[in-house]
């Protein structure tokens, strides 16, 4: 009886081990909901959605990476680099004199093509000449800001099309005040009668491709190669994996990623900035780690690292709800990642 009595503690303890970041994710919403109840809101958990939409793609960039056990330092500036490609390319399109929308969707699908380009450098250095990942991606930080500053002269990117800020910051649907429901169209109302929005169109925009590559990750044969260079790469090269050609697929995807990640910030704030992104590089390896990936490798979900970046999310709106001043941001995030750390090395098998 006893022995069963301490192998449910044991159990309930690993339960709870396993689950902490969903705990201490709940522990926030409490405590910032009765410092300012009206942070318990669907409003506020859209705000929180939208203003996390950089930090869940970038979290996914680094996620493919540090699975292997590698890490990409070029994410920030690779997403900067992407917003002034992207918004340059936009404009240069409408100035030919194609729609609005037509402008954007060309601008965007192009710069999702070169996007890849840093990617396929920093895998390129790390899987074939074996330079260690942090050089090879701190270089590539250093290429992308160098390039987007040059291009910009340290003017940001104006005179997009207003449908870009339309879609940017508008919902997937609307509810209108008779109940109707509009999907990407805010309907007309009378002044005073209130229309409900329903999820940010670029929380819709990440999650699709969040998605897309959640499902490669974990339910094919290239997500599994990941985890077995991560884990063991001797192990991996011995049982036939190419593992140079799949090194060069996952810092692409992460370049991709960054890359979505520079179109969403274009479409939210009109703009192009070089450093647009150059604060979310510890947001995106904390989001992965948050989440319960080691920085050894082999290890870490899609499902777990969104986790990681929506706690990071609350965080930030959070904190901004409240009055706290932006610094107090960076000490939370930095203090949830020693944490998270400290358990991955103190309770190896805890996340596996």
Known sequence: ?????????????????????????????IVFSLIAPAFFSIDTLQLILFNGTEVFLLGAAELFVIITGGID???????????????????????????PFMSILSGSLIMLV??????????WLVAYLRVPAFIATFSMLGITHGISELMTQ?????NLPSLAGIIG??????????RKIHFFTRPQVARGQVVVSILP?????????????SFLLSKTKFGRHLYAIGGNIDAAIRSGINVKKDLLKAYMISSFFASLAGISYVMKYITGKPDAGADLLLDSIAAVVIGGASMAGGSGTMGRTILGALVIAVVQTGLRIIGMQTFM????????????????????????
Do not use: C
Request: proline share 4%.
């Open 1 to 29: 009886m006893t022995q069963i009595a301490v192998n449910h503690k044991n159990l309930s303890a690993e339960t709870i081990g396993k689950n902490w970041i969903t705990l201490f994710l709940v522990i926030l919403v």
């Open 73 to 99: 330092l070029s994410v920030g500036f690779v997403m900067g680099f992407s917003t002034i490609m992207s918004s340059k390319l936009i404009v240069i399109f409408q100035g030919f004199g194609l729609p």
């Open 114 to 123: 070169i996007g890849l380009l840093p990617g396929l450098v920093n895998g």
């Open 154 to 158: 340290g003017v940001p990117t104006k």
């Open 169 to 178: 910051n508008g919902s997937f649907l609307y509810i209108s005040p008779d």
């Open 201 to 213: 169109n670029m929380v819709v925009f990440a999650f699709i491709f969040i998605l897309i590559f």
């Open 329 to 352: 941001t960076y000490i939370l995030v930095g203090s949830i990642l020693i944490i998270a750390v400290i358990l991955d090395q103190v309770f190896p098998n805890l996340n596996r």
